[in-house]
C-alpha cells in the first residue's frame, strides 16, 4: 500500500481537503464565467445583410436583409474609401425577410461597397459592378 505511515484519520482527511479545494475552484471558475458573461449581444437587436446573389452584379440589384424586430434602417452604397454615393433606402424595416432593389445603371463600372446602416449597427459587404 502507497500509504504506509498514515492512519485512516489523516487519509480522509486528506480526501476532504482535496475535494473541497476542488469545490472551491469550480465555484469560483463558474462565477468567474457569470461574470465575463454579462453585457452579451443579444442577437435579435441586429440585422443579418446577405450577399448579393450574382457577382459582378449588373442591372436590377436585390438587397436582402433580415431582422427580428422593427428597425429604422438606411441603405447605403459607398465607393472603394467608403464614402457615400447613394442613398438607395431609408425607412422602417418590419421583422423577417427584406428586400430592397437597387437599378446598377446608376452606377458607373467597378468595385463598390453597400451598408446597412442601424441605430447599433453598421454592416458593409462588397460588390463589383459590371453593367453592360
Request: hydrophobic share 40%; glycine share 6%.
Amino acid at each position: 500500500m502507497i500509504l504506509l505511515g498514515y492512519n485512516w484519520s489523516e487519509i480522509l482527511l486528506g480526501i476532504l481537503y482535496v475535494s473541497l479545494g476542488l469545490l472551491i475552484v469550480v465555484i469560483l471558475y463558474r462565477k468567474l464565467l457569470s461574470i465575463l458573461g454579462r453585457g452579451k449581444v443579444v442577437r435579435t437587436d441586429y440585422c443579418e445583410l446577405y450577399a448579393l446573389e450574382q457577382d459582378p452584379a449588373s442591372g436590377e440589384l436585390t438587397f436582402y436583409f433580415t431582422t427580428s424586430k422593427d428597425i429604422n434602417f438606411k441603405l447605403l452604397i459607398l465607393d472603394t474609401e467608403l464614402n457615400d454615393i447613394i442613398c438607395v433606402a431609408e425607412k422602417k424595416a418590419t421583422p423577417g425577410g427584406n428586400i430592397i432593389r437597387f437599378d446598377s445603371k446608376q452606377l458607373e463600372n467597378g468595385v463598390y461597397f453597400y451598408s446597412l446602416v442601424t441605430e447599433n449597427q453598421r454592416t458593409m459587404k462588397k460588390m463589383t459592378i459590371k453593367n453592360a
